[in-house]
């Protein structure tokens, strides 16, 4: 498809505005880029967008294909130079129907060419184009490298050594890194037992098996990432901090380590940071139109605060990014301070905080005052010197965001006022808090109805559910979600806008139930609320909201 109808193209369907194609026109003079290439560039739209766009005009139905792992049996069918030359990902194949995802919507010929292999006409999707390189990559490197074997071998290759070290013992961590990659974890375990070494990745925020190794590579093993992460490979005493980028396929996935010295020695812990640009918008993250509504209402208010909280990994910093995407970020100055830089937008101005020397998060919003803001993005309220500076940024006629750890959007009120910020200043600058959670989405692969038993709703602790929902949906577990029975994720929120009414009781120090209650009374739902619905559709198990909200 020719760039320039591209760009007409999104500009119908909403996606970027006139004066977002001119910049994006003033960009491609210069750099010489495709006017996609560059409206990607500048953060207007992502690959997701073009894919989705173009899926919408062509009537062939959009698939996301992130951290979608393609049965062996296909990649066995399709080899991958024909997947290259042609242009398409395999993605399933069943009773000679063969699943295919293509970047074009003209791309025929791949079409024909899936028909011919199958035998019957293909079940065609579109896909993200810059997803598509790279899963064709992993998939085929993936089946010429097999995980379990490589490790099985170095393992017996290293049987008569007391203490290997050297090219195995490299080999054999790369093989555990490139399997955090293949399963898209989040975090990978290496723990070290009385009698071998365990590790686990942590997959959609739940941790799962992975492999276990031998007693006598432990100490190797301990010490290739040490050095790798550059720590003190004499001290195992204390525990130990360090980063490091593992290269994977023209990618580099940058690890954040920690070291724990436990009874077996120490027991490591590898953040694999994801890679930047994969951008949402606030509509692919979960919430429901009256909750879209609500958001897009909160992030176009000119000043105030606004927090969204929840755990670690529960999505905060997606849910920010998304909304700031809503916003005219032409029109408007943002300003951010993270830790660390997690996206990229390009049209926002963002710094990363530094502790090493002495960039806070507090003093990075006192620079950005000077720095003519409009919106001022804060990575978490971590503090009382961070908690006055966001009140004092908003009450001067700025737009401030940033998170909390707390475990519901009502909680977070006491959290801001523990921090001896005025209560008078929060009921005046707050005008919004969303409480955000992460569950499992059950894999659409496996997916089944069946029917509860009786007392089964009240024992998972929803008794006012029992008796009126009879029938629940689960994963019954298949190779697509590692028999996990889920795959991907998606949030559960609730918003707590701050009216008069909760505004006066923020002022008068009304404690957390009290400040519930009335929120309730306002036609607040709570994420529980949210969860139930999700379980109730499909989307979810009971099981999971269980998990993530207890
Ligand atoms: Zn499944």
């Known amino acids: ?309 929840g755990p670690t990994g529960g999505g905060k910093t997606t849910t920010l990014f998304a909304a700031l995407r809503e916003m005219d970020l032409i029109e408007k100055n943002v300003l951010s301070v993270e830790d660390p830089i997690e996206y990229r937008l390009s049209m926002i101005k963002q710094t990363e905080a530094s502790s090493k020397v002495g960039y806070t998060y507090a003093m990075a919003g006192r620079c950005f005052l000077r720095h003519d803001p409009d919106v001022i993005l804060v990575g978490e309220i971590i503090d009382e010197e961070t908690a006055k500076m966001a009140v004092s940024a908003s009450t001067t006629g700025h737009l401030v965001l940033s998170t909390l750890h707390t475990n519901d959007a009502p909680s977070s009120i006491p959290r801001l006022t523990g921090f001896a910020v005025d209560k008078n200043d929060i009921a005046t600058t707050l005008i919004g808090v969303i409480g955000q959670r992460l569950v499992r989405k059950i894999c659409n692969n496996c997916k089944e109805k069946y029917a509860l038993n009786p007392g089964e709703l009240a024992g998972m602790g929803f008794p006012e559910l029992e008796g009126v929902v009879k029938t629940a949906y689960r994963g019954r577990g298949c190779s697509l979600c590692n028999n996990t029975g889920y795959l991907g994720r998606t949030a559960i929120g609730e918003i707590l806008l701050v009216d008069d009414e909760i505004k006066f009781l923020i002022s008068s120090g009304a404690p957390v139930n009290i400040l519930r209650q009335k929120a309730n009374e306002r036609g607040f739902k709570t994420m529980r609320d949210n969860g139930i619905r999700k379980a109730e559709e499909g989307i979810t198990t009971f099981a999971e909201i269980l998990r993530v909200i207890g």
């Open 1 to 309: 498809m020719p760039p320039i109808k591209l760009g007409e193209l999104l500009k119908q369907k909403g996606r970027i505005n006139e004066t977002q194609f001119e910049i994006a026109l003033a960009e491609q003079a210069i750099t010489g880029e495709l006017l996609g290439e560059a409206m990607i560039t500048l953060g207007f739209v992502s690959h997701t967008d073009i894919a989705q766009c173009l899926a919408e005009q062509s009537g062939i139905p959009f698939l996301d294909i992130s951290g979608y792992n393609i049965p062996e049996k296909v990649l066995h069918v399709v080899h991958k130079d024909m997947a290259q030359n042609m242009r398409f990902i395999p993605l399933d194949m069943s009773d000679g129907t063969l699943t295919i995802g293509i970047t074009d919507p003209d791309n025929l010929k791949a079409v024909d060419k899936a028909a011919g292999i199958g035998g019957k006409p293909p079940k065609v999707y579109l896909v993200d184009a810059d997803l598509f390189e790279e899963a064709i990559e992993k998939a085929y490197y993936f089946l010429e490298n097999p995980i379990t074997q490589g490790i099985s071998r170095l393992i017996s290759a290293m049987k008569s050594e007391a203490s290997p070290e050297g090219s195995n013992i490299s080999s054999l961590v790369d093989y555990v890194l490139q399997d955090a990659i293949r399963r898209n974890a989040s975090d990978v375990h290496i723990t070290p037992t009385q009698k071998t070494m365990h590790v686990y990745y942590r997959i959609d925020g739940v941790l799962q098996y992975g492999h276990c190794l031998p007693l006598n590579a432990r100490q190797g093993i301990i010490t290739r990432i040490k050095i790798l992460a550059k720590m003190d490979i004499a001290e195992q005493r204390v525990p130990q901090f360090g980063i490091f980028s593992f290269n994977f396929l023209k990618r580099k996935y940058n690890m954040r380590v920690s070291t724990i010295p436990t009874l077996h020695g120490e027991d490591i812990s590898l953040r694999v940071l994801i890679r930047s640009g994969f951008l949402f918008r606030i509509t692919n993250l979960g919430y429901e139109e009256d909750d879209l509504q609500k958001l897009r209402h909160l992030f176009s208010k000119p000043h105030g605060l606004i927090i969204v909280s």
